[in-house]
């Protein structure tokens, strides 16, 4: 399994690490990427369509404007990309936000689900607590091959762990490490 690499830090109890993960963006940088490249180019083409063929047009986008001297040419196609590029840059900012704030470890003690980047909250799942792991996929997440997946407790608590890469393979994972926890006999002391 790609998640499962021991070079990611260890976070949480004693026992061996079995699965580490992080939010997965990239696909939705890519995707973010196409739409705003698509974006630009559909609101580039109709403000240039409508600059040279139609007369409102060409008072609406102007070729050029004069402003203290200089001459800044198309102007508004400027500000369309300048309002498209801060939108996906916002977009980036807030996934990678994303990102930094959630960390996920399953270990074969239990489930370790650290929050937060300042405040950093971190929360434990034993498997004697454990209850369920459910997977959550809609339309959106199937199209770029991530998951939710919340881990319920007996005592009805609820845990996200969000936008997973391979989401059943760690549905799976978690089912089997929480569900079936490995219990260690010591063998008695000598006397």
Known sequence: MSNNNNK????GGKGKQVWFGRPSIG???VLYGIISVVALAIFLGVEIWFSVYSDIGRIIFPKAIVIGGSRI???VEI????IVVMAFLAKVFQLAILRARNKYALREDGLYVDTGIFNLQNTYVAPMAFSDARLNMPLSL???????IIVDTNDNRHFSLILIKEPIEVQNLIRRTLG???VRVESPSPP
């Open 142 to 148: 199937r199209l770029v091959k991530r998951g939710n």
């Open 27 to 29: 696909a939705y940088l």
């Open 79 to 82: 500000i369309t990309i300048v």
């Open 73 to 75: 040419p198309y102007p």
């Open 180 to 182: 079936h926890p490995v």
């Open 8 to 11: 990611q830090p260890l976070i």
